[in-house]
């Protein structure tokens, strides 16, 4: 079965720092979708950045961008020039890109950001 | 084009009571699932529906059923309610099966 792990409960970073998110997961399939969301406060869950594993370009989306190692399974988030509004649990996630997949989202624990002004 | 939304977004039950909680996706998007989200467990899978046929269900109990109507609006119901049910129900859309998911801001839920 297909696991995410993110080993960092929580992490800080002061405001117009950099900071990395990691995330391993474990999957035998070559076809796959992998997600950073971000939940803030509030609870809305917000997609922040997507990688398809067969593209070996890195996404970038403004200030994020991913490390993507597919051999090593990991994903990594970087937040550039952090921001007060970054502050939020962030969330790895991984579905299988077969056509013929259920639309099932396996999350991993999050990963608490604190930015400090 | 108007997000997820979900209704209501609380609730307070008391245990033994059932609950229906319902979710319209974004104007378009067919496949609908529904997420449980507690501190201890993080988020759990409930079911996923596609033109209205449940394609998949994650490893809750009989107690939680759901259903999809043609205009792909979704329901979810929990029978038979207990303490440890209380949590963020989260639902996310999105136009294909394999698409990304565009999540609401959930509902959420507390069994008394």
């Known amino acids: 079965a297909q696991t995410v792990t993110q080993s960092q409960p929580e992490m800080s970073v002061q405001e117009a720092e950099t900071v990395t998110l990691s995330c391993t997961y474990d999957t035998s399939e070559s076809d796959y979708y992998l997600f950073w969301y971000k939940q803030p406060p509030s609870r809305q869950m917000i997609l922040v950045i997507r990688?398809?594993?067969?593209?070996?370009q890195n996404a970038t989306e403004n200030r994020f961008s991913v490390n993507f190692q597919k051999a090593a399974k990991s994903f990594s988030l970087k937040i550039s020039d952090s921001q007060l509004g970054d502050a939020a649990m962030y969330f790895c996630a991984y579905r299988e890109g077969r056509k013929t997949s259920y639309d099932k989202v396996i999350f991993g624990p999050g990963t608490s950001l604190s930015v400090i002004p | 084009k108007a997000g997820v939304t979900q209704t209501p977004r609380y609730l307070i039950k008391t245990r033994g009571q059932q609950v229906t909680l319902s979710c319209s996706p974004i104007s378009g998007h067919r496949s609908v699932s529904w997420y449980q989200q507690t501190p201890g467990q993080g988020l759990q899978f409930l079911f996923e529906?596609?033109?209205?046929?449940?394609?998949n269900k994650g490893n809750f109990p009989g107690r939680f059923s759901g259903r999809q109507f043609s205009n792909s609006r979704s329901e979810m119901n929990v029978s038979t309610l207990e303490l440890g049910d209380s949590a963020l129900y989260l639902c996310?859309?999105?136009?294909?099966?394999?698409?990304?998911?565009?999540f609401g801001p959930g509902t959420r839920l507390t069994v008394l």
């Open positions: 990688q398809e594993a067969y593209k070996q």
């Open positions: 529906y596609f033109s209205e046929t449940q394609r």
């Open positions: 996310a859309s999105s136009l294909l099966a394999t698409d990304t998911q565009y």
